[in-house]
Nanobody, 125 residues
Framework: QVHLVESGGGVVQAGGSLRLSCAASGGTFSSYAMGWFRQAIGKEREFVGAIAWSARTTYYADSVKDRFTISRDNAKNMLYLQMNSLKPEDTAVYYC??????????????????WGQGTQVTVSS
């Protein structure tokens, strides 16, 4: 059982930056692929980005590519999402997730076994 806790959300003006963190406990963090997903009000949960267990490979949704960066520190059991050039459409609850997933399915939410409770990100125009 892996327990995930996100932090770092808040309110920021368009063009600003935020760094989300996800602390993992209760499992072998380095064994899991880790993903970030988000859900805006009235919309389905969508893939933001993911990182392989080795941290050698990252994946991003087209909507955040070149603005967001995922990283992980397996020694500290931490996952990060650096978000730059934020836009109002990035407003959502952001969730981190963990799973043992084939890389071909790393963007699929249903493949993840463990989820955090989410952290709200609000980008004002």
């Amino acid at each position: 059982q892996v327990h995930l806790v996100e932090s770092g959300g808040g309110v920021v003006q368009a063009g600003g930056s935020l760094r989300l963190s996800c602390a993992a406990s209760g499992g072998t963090f380095s064994s899991y692929a880790m993903g970030w997903f988000r859900q805006a009000i009235g919309k389905e949960r969508e893939f933001v980005g993911a990182i392989a267990w080795s941290a050698r490979t990252t994946y991003y949704a087209d909507s955040v590519k070149d603005r967001f960066t995922i990283s992980r520190d397996n020694a500290k059991n931490m996952l990060y999402l650096q978000m730059n050039s934020l836009k109002p459409e990035d407003t959502a609850v952001y969730y981190c997730a963990a799973g043992i997933i084939p890389l071909s399915s790393i963007s699929v939410a249903s493949g993840y076994d463990y989820w955090g409770q989410g952290t709200q990100v609000t980008v004002s125009s």
